[in-house]
């Protein structure tokens, strides 16, 4: 059987769009990689046959009612090479005192804290700005003893910072069955005791009372936990972040309009927000 490799070009704000576009298609393995300006690519791996013809015309679908044009490249891939060959697109990142490694390459840098991870099939590299601001939140932020809660939690490497910070309960909620699994396998890789839950926690009453909420996963989801914030979520602390810089700004006029006070932090185009600080 062959793959076909789908490398689809697009502003970054879309980015996230194609990504789980492409995550909902099953795809086998979905990588994001970070281009020149504001552009960016997804890169998912199809096996090849009349369902990539179905899946591009579904991508015409989701540009058009975007109102974007589809820009896309396709490159047939060997059966025996297409799993390790979206594995080339990463590498360890180092975001101030932390490394994000992949489990396969070795790392001979002098960071404080290496995160040992492999994503599989779920999103969450370190590699995406979104991910970085986080990332550089939490570090500053989290203190040892603290509760954490992490909202899609991906592959985990939010949740594993926290508990490699020192955060004495870290519970990770994520929609997707193999990313909850992936991610318990990530914080066993790294020594790390976090409690990863298959559930929405934007639905329900499943939010606990947390020293600090980190929710790197959109727009809309912010928005939702910025009301909730107001209203009744018990957390000191919430690092919202997923969001372009434009819909930072509505978000902030949000928490104004709502008297919360928030600082923000923004980086190629991409947003981040700290609640209660």
């Known amino acids: 059987m062959s793959w076909s490799e789908i490398k689809v070009t ?32 997804a890169i998912a791996y199809l096996q090849s046959g009349p369902g990539v013809e179905d899946v591009l015309a579904r991508l015409e679908n989701l540009f058009s009612d975007l109102g974007e044009n589809l820009e896309y490249s ?3 891939i060997k059966e025996e090479d297409w799993a390790e060959e979206w594995k080339k697109y990463y590498h360890p990142v180092t975001i101030g005192s932390v490394t994000i490694k992949p489990s396969w390459l070795d790392f001979s840098g002098a960071s ?13 590299t370190g590699i995406h700005p979104t991910t970085q601001l986080c990332v550089r939140e939490l570090v500053k ?43 318990r396998e990530n914080s066993l890789r790294n020594n790390c005791s976090v ?9 329900g009453d499943l939010l606990q009372e947390a020293d600090l909420l980190v929710a790197n996963i959109g727009f809309n989801a912010a928005l939702t936990l910025l009301g909730l914030y107001a209203d009744k979520l ?33 980086k190629d185009g991409w947003g981040c927000l700290v609640v209660g600080q």
């Open 74 to 76: 396709i490159t047939p």
């Open 195 to 203: 409690n990863f839950i298959e559930a929405d926690a934007l639905k």
């Open 112 to 124: 404080p804290i290496v995160i040992e991870l492999d994503p599989g099939l779920a999103f969450g």
């Open 234 to 266: 018990k957390a000191g602390l919430m690092v919202l972040s997923g969001f372009s810089n434009e819909q930072l700004q509505q978000l902030q006029r949000q928490a104004d309009a709502a008297e919360i006070f928030v600082r923000s932090r923004t």
């Open 141 to 183: 932020l989290v203190r040892p003893g603290w509760t954490v809660i992490d909202i899609g939690s991906g592959s985990g490497i939010l949740s594993i910072l926290a508990a490699k910070l020192g955060a004495h309960r870290v519970t990770g909620y994520e929609i997707d069955s193999m990313a909850v699994r992936i991610a």
């Open 10 to 41: 697009t502003a970054g704000n879309y980015i996230e769009t194609v990504a789980n576009f492409f995550h909902e298609t099953n795809a086998g393995g979905v990588v994001i990689e970070q281009g020149p300006g504001a552009q960016s690519s």
